[in-house]
């Protein structure tokens, strides 16, 4: 059914919603996100700005993480005749979509710093324009961009209250942000083994 799904999109599509879809998928990349983050921190509230800078770390490291655990080839490289665009974004393993969780972390990190209904509807509908434009370019299976959506939603849900909540203590901030930074590396040191001595036997 995933096959068809992109086959479909391969066959409705014009360079017009290749090149729509192109800008959309920019959405979730990392630089697009430092950006925002930057500016949250520099120009609206450097709490805000800490914490969503926090969470993106731990975003990245989780999906990093899945991506390693899986391995999941990406469309392209197992289904012959497909016309993937923007491939240059699509490295690495496929499961979960480092755009579509990128976006998702993002935009309802967000929507808990202005906290106003208007910024979750945007919050769900861009994470989802961005998960779809993944789809749509061919360069993620569906069920990866739900991956991202779920993984996402959830780091968010879970992280931003509790970082919010103790941001003014600073030893156990400090603490939070010692442990994150140590397991980022541990993730790291994970993700070498099971490359080396693991998954590729």
Partial sequence: MQESILRF?????????????TYV???GEQYFIILIVAWIYWNYSKKDGMIMMVIFLISTMINLLLKDIFQTKRP???LENLNSKRIETAIGYSFPSGHTQGATTLFFNLAFVFKKPIYLVFAILISLLVAFSRVFLRVHWPIDVLGGFVAGLIIVMFFYPYLSRIYNQAKKFNLALLFILATFYFILIVVIILNQFVLNE
């Fill in 25 to 27: 998928t920019m959405l």
């Fill in 9 to 21: 999109f391969q066959s409705v599509t014009t360079p017009f919603w290749d090149e729509f879809f």
């Fill in 76 to 78: 392209f490289q197992k």
